[in-house]
């Protein structure tokens, strides 16, 4: 059971690993995604409550960016920008320690 639930992922590995000569072809290989959500959950609730509020919040972009991109790690793919995501978790990690952006800029981390 667990194979087929990894299945696309795999499939995907499989044709990153091998040298496809067409670059149009890359794109037709890899899986397609699909993320479900439970519009009932909690997390989901308050993102919603929270976009509503203010469609330009930058945080609630973060962290529905965060929810994708992990979704996608636990699944077992790969990120295509791990730099942006490692951005998104630094300004979230600065957000929970009440550190302000231009002082978290300040230093950056290697």
Do not use: C
């Not at 091998?18 to 993102?47: C, W």
């Not at 509503?52 to 699944?75: F, N």
């Not at 490692?86 to 230093?107: N, P, W």
Request: no cysteine; glycine share 4%; proline share 4%.
């Amino acid at each position: 059971h667990m194979y087929r639930e990894r299945a696309p992922y795999y499939k995907e590995r499989i044709m990153k690993a091998q040298a496809l000569r067409d670059s149009s072809m890359s794109g037709y290989m890899s899986s397609k995604k699909t993320l479900e959500v439970n519009p009932f959950h909690p997390i989901i609730a308050s993102l919603v409550a929270k976009a509503d509020a203010d469609k330009e919040d930058r945080t609630v972009k973060d962290l529905v960016w965060l929810l994708y991109d992990t979704s996608l790690l636990t699944s077992g793919f790969s990120l295509d920008e791990p730099v942006v995501f490692a951005s998104r978790i630094h300004r979230l990690i600065s957000l929970g320690l009440s550190i302000d952006e231009d002082d978290a800029g300040e230093e950056k981390l290697d």
